[in-house]
C-alpha cells in the first residue's frame, strides 16, 4: 500500500495563477480531508468528504474548490492564488465507521509571489 | 465551544528520561481522543487513539497516552526518551457536532526536544 499520495511536492505560483493539487489513498477510504498547515498555526480544514460525489466546506473553504468522482482522488484547486495561500497543504483520509484515525500524506508545499 | 489545547510549545527533556506532552480538551459527550506525530517536512504519522476501554492505551514506538475523564486530559507519555522522538506532536478530538463525517479538532501542537 502507498497510503495517501500526493503530487507535487513543491510549487511557486504568482499570484492571479491556478492549479490542482493531487491526492490519491489506496485503502479504500471513504473519508478524506484537506488542510493547510501555517507555521504555528496547527491544522486548518479546507475541504472534506464523506464518498464519490459528496463534498463539504470546512473552517476555511475561501479560494478552494474540490470534487470526489471516485473513492481513490481528492484533488483540491487554487484559483486565483493570492499569497495568503502560501502554505503546507496536507490531504488525509480515514475509513470511518468509528474508526476515525486519519491518515496522512507528505503534503505540498505551495509558496504564491 | 469544542477545543483541544496543548498548553507547551515546547517540552525538553534529556534522552533516558520520561516525557509527557500534555493535551486536554473540551468537548460534548464521550470523546474520541488521538495523538500525532510530525517529523520535519512530513505528514502527520498516527501514533494512537482512545476511543472507549482502559485509559491506559498504547501505541507507536513506545509511546502511550493517559485518559483522564475527571481532568478531561490526554497526555502523551513515554518511559525513556530517544533523540529520534524529537519532533511536532499533535492532540486531536473527534469534533461531536460533527455527525458521521470524521472530522478532527487540532491542538497547535508541542515541539519535543530531547537532548542527548
Known amino acids: 500500500n502507498a497510503g495517501v499520495t500526493q503530487t507535487p511536492k513543491f510549487r511557486i505560483l504568482k499570484i492571479g495563477q491556478s492549479m490542482t493539487l493531487q491526492c490519491t489513498q489506496d485503502m479504500n477510504h471513504n473519508y478524506m480531508y484537506w488542510y493547510r498547515q501555517d507555521p504555528g498555526m496547527g491544522l486548518k480544514l479546507i475541504y472534506y468528504s464523506v464518498g464519490a460525489g459528496i463534498t463539504d466546506k470546512g473552517e476555511v473553504p475561501n479560494g478552494y474548490n474540490v470534487s470526489r468522482s471516485t473513492t481513490e482522488d481528492f484533488p483540491l484547486r487554487l484559483e486565483l492564488a493570492a499569497p495568503s495561500q502560501t502554505s503546507v497543504y496536507f490531504c488525509a483520509s480515514s475509513y470511518g465507521l468509528d474508526s476515525y484515525e486519519q491518515y496522512f500524506g507528505p503534503g505540498t508545499r505551495l509558496t504564491v509571489t | 465551544a469544542q477545543s483541544v489545547a496543548q498548553p507547551e510549545d515546547q517540552v525538553n527533556v534529556a534522552e533516558g528520561n520520561p516525557l509527557t506532552v500534555k493535551c486536554t480538551y473540551s468537548?460534548?459527550?464521550?470523546?474520541?481522543l488521538f495523538w500525532y506525530v510530525q517529523y520535519p517536512n512530513r505528514g502527520l504519522q498516527f501514533l494512537l487513539k482512545?476511543?472507549?476501554?482502559?485509559?491506559l492505551v498504547k501505541g507507536s514506538y513506545g509511546f502511550e497516552a493517559e485518559f483522564n475523564k475527571s481532568q478531561t486530559s490526554f497526555h502523551l507519555k513515554k518511559p525513556s526518551a530517544l533523540v529520534s522522538d524529537s519532533a511536532l506532536y499533535f492532540c486531536a478530538v473527534r469534533d461531536p457536532r460533527s455527525g458521521n463525517t470524521g472530522k478532527l479538532i487540532f491542538g497547535q501542537g508541542t515541539t519535543l526536544q530531547v537532548k542527548p
Open positions: 468537548v460534548s459527550g464521550n470523546p474520541y
Open positions: 482512545y476511543i472507549t476501554g482502559d485509559n
